[in-house]
């Protein structure tokens, strides 16, 4: 349900504004953990943690729409020329685009962090040491 829940406030649609998406996933993620904070479930929430990093991954990819912004984007943020070429021009879908080396070397958990990502697992571990 969780999971489900961060379906719907990460969706394929509302990724226009990436902002407004990770402070309402920010709000309800800390609400369920501090609910549900005594249960032990580190596997579960680093197998959510990671597929919701993706998934912002994809949301900030699809933002771009362009080859040419996906291109110019991934050269802003270090990657080589050649890789961003390459990851920026494929024909695949959003989700696999963002399984590649390019697109990981740019948007790393670091970065998304500094941009107001809420890592669920630095969370957990705060709120389950308490119990």
């Excluded at 902002?19 to 609400?31: C, D, F, M, Q, T």
Aim: aromatic residues 12%; glycine residues 6%; positive net charge.
């Amino acid at each position: 349900k969780f999971k489900s829940r961060l379906k719907e406030l990460s969706s394929r649609k509302r990724c226009q504004s990436i902002k407004p998406s990770l402070e309402k996933i920010k709000v309800y993620a800390r609400g369920w953990l501090n609910y549900y904070g005594i249960a032990s479930m580190k596997n579960n929430i680093d197998d959510i943690n990671g597929w919701l990093y993706h998934r912002i991954r994809m949301c900030i990819w699809k933002q771009w729409k362009k080859p040419r912004t996906k291109v110019r984007n991934l050269i802003k943020m270090g990657v080589p020329k050649d890789l961003a070429m390459q990851a920026g021009n494929t024909r695949r879908g959003h989700w696999f685009a963002t399984h590649t080396v390019a697109v990981n070397m740019a948007m790393t958990k670091e970065r998304l962090i500094n941009s107001g990502f809420y890592d669920l697992a630095t969370a957990y571990q705060s709120v389950h040491v308490n119990y």
